[in-house]
């Protein structure tokens, strides 16, 4: 039997075997975690941000102090719900010094204040480079969105257009390639990527499943369905305006880069047909805008149907850490 | 005005100072955070193990793995709570392999079977080094410990003696230089560091203050009259048997090998005088037991009379990271 190549979702999976889960309301492999409480929902979420890895080298140190909340509270976003309580577990390496430090903080100060919620405490260690692991803690009466579901003919909806991050992560060091306007917009996407906060919490109630497309816009609509034995037919590309000239340069189709770019923290939603109406207002009364791209359908797997009138699979490739 | 170096306590200071708290159940500084959720106690703390500066040289990768858990659980123990729930936050270098992450799941497995609790959820990152931060989630109708309290002529008691940490992490790598039975119990005392889990429960209702020695004893002992304007006078030293060669090798008298040693994980408590009896009952009956070594006394500080009758002031030194 062949092994199991050692990446990031072998290694959940074989965590999840070893670990029998009790007591969680939301599905398995969700991107939080929750549990009853007196009547309340306690919904759980964390992520890490390595700098080694997650930091491009035009970052700031402030707004890596703040994306390091986006990532957690992008998760927290996607259930629904908001975040009440953070918890802050530091890396830094010795000799970091007060003046990144300071800057961090901002960043982290920005953060509390534009997504709400009391940072509560914490724990500082030190580690051979920055490490960042926000934990988000939700204390709500409202349940939170799962990560999968929907029926047949369900609307599959995004928050946001994709494909910029495609572009920056993969003309990193030459983006002075690009047009002005479209370099702007890249690094303004990637060095302040923001939470879909306020359009997750319009969407609890009305939402059948919801994810962030952190992972990639592909992987995020092969969990959508997760489970659910049902498929997703995308029939509009929700492509960024002006990348004409970023497909020419990287020789990548309009699907290719919106499919496969990643770290776009746009919530990927599917809605009831019947609540559609009622969505499209609440997500705007946020400030907001629900594009829909395409439905659930029968056939399983994602799939996209091309301007030509071709329906090909979109392959469930995205961002995996240790691949 | 001097600057402050950039230290472990002073970026917490910056930290507090920069995000004021709410709802804190716990004294700021405390090992962990706690708030009230309809008449239950929700008690949190989290500690990150790193590689490179958490694990000696011959600590196995399952030891590196209960370990992980046993930093937290410490945390929460001294608080006077189980643990409930896990949360693991992960960081692995590209490579590490199915060999080694078996091993340290074991591990993990290891602890959870032994300390209790459920692992909820999780995230894995990659990063340069391993990295391990668990959170532990305590639930529970009891209030936590706070970490400083106690009143004039309450008994400062541990729960386990100390010096063995302090020799093995100066000799770690010579440890063949001390006697064979030494050797062997300062090997498990740091690989198979272990929580006082049982002994911390059976302190809450009793105890006036707790917290555990991973720092060491000299910053447990500040830590629990921190903001008290109290002192404590040391008048009897725990210090573990048969450390005369390893006094000689390293040229320390016993009371530095116990106050400056640190990842010892005993309890430091601190027990109103009238409820001693029923103190040492319960952790009797727990399993463990409780040392008196001192008591809470008028003058500010931390003061250890010495066998000659001299009393001397205890450093506020200990592990500190990134100093």
Known sequence: MARKAFSEYSIIDFIKKMFPQTGNILPDYDDAWGCVLNRKHLVFAGDMLVETTDIPPFMTIRQMGFKSFTVSVSDIA????????????????RGFGWGRFKKLVEGWRDAVSFYGGTLMGGDTNESSCVTISVIVLSLSN?????????KLGDIVAVTGTFGETYVGFRLMRSLDRLPGFLR???LRKICRPVARLREGIALNGVAAACTDSSDGLAV????????TGKGILVERLPVAEGLEEASRILR?????????????????TV???????????????????????????????VWYRREDGRTVRVLRRGWEHLK
């Open 78 to 93: 996607s259930k629904g719900l908001a975040p009440t309580y953070y918890y802050l577990i530091l890396g830094l390496p």
């Open 142 to 150: 409202k349940l939170p969105i799962p990560r999968s579901g929907g």
């Open 184 to 186: 702007k917009r890249v």
């Open 220 to 227: 995020s609509l092969y969990n959508l369905i997760h489970g």
């Open 252 to 268: 990548a189709p309009f699907s290719q880069m919106v499919f496969y770019g990643g770290e776009e923290f746009e919530l990927v």
């Open 271 to 301: 809605i009831p047909k019947e609540k559609w109406g009622t969505a499209v207002k609440r997500v705007e009364h946020a400030g907001g805008s629900l594009i829909p791209i395409g439905r659930i359908i029968k056939r399983k797997g």
